[in-house]
């Protein structure tokens, strides 16, 4: 591991938005993956304990996502972080952006049923907020002569 991704996961906001994608995954794999063997997340991230005692039961594939999230998240260059969704850096490629958005399709609302009550209701409520931030730039007028 890095001492870098273990500096950079020191951060609060990191660890729990960390562990958030991890719950969201570990739900996403249990649904959808069902058939496939699946282990406990192995990963710096669940070295450095940042999903707790127990980390995600995934299979390789999620594992595989979660392991690159983690650094995404870890090696952000936005400071302060925006929501994911409407940041114009994406660091995500194509395909593991499209893995992790059908991730938090489907378990976006199903993570209310899983005892994730307030980290999904945090997560919606960041998004509008930033839909409404970025609505309203979007109105600002960008020409300031008048
Ligand atoms: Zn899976």
């Keep these: 591991m890095q001492d870098r991704f273990a500096e950079k996961m020191g951060d609060a906001k990191a660890r729990s938005d960390t562990r958030l994608l991890g719950d969201f995954t ?7 993956h069902a058939g496939a063997p699946r282990t406990a997340l192995a990963s710096d991230g669940a070295d450095l304990g940042i999903y707790g005692h127990r980390p995600p039961v ?19 260059p936005k400071d302060p972080k925006p929501f994911c969704s409407y940041c114009d ?5 194509a395909e593991m952006r499209e893995r992790m ?14 005892g994730h009550a307030i980290d999904g209701v945090k997560h919606l409520i960041e ?10 730039a979007a109105a600002e007028p960008t020409d300031k002569e008048s």
């Design 58 to 76: 995934v299979c390789a594939e999620c594992a595989q996502l979660l392991r690159y999230a983690e650094k995404r998240r870890a090696y952000c």
């Design 26 to 32: 570990r739900i996403y794999c249990r649904g959808v």
């Design 127 to 136: 998004g509008r907020r930033a839909r409404t931030a970025a609505a309203r």
């Design 101 to 114: 958005r059908e991730v938090m399709r489907y378990a976006g609302p199903r993570s209310l049923l899983h």
């Design 89 to 93: 850096t994406h660091c995500y490629t």
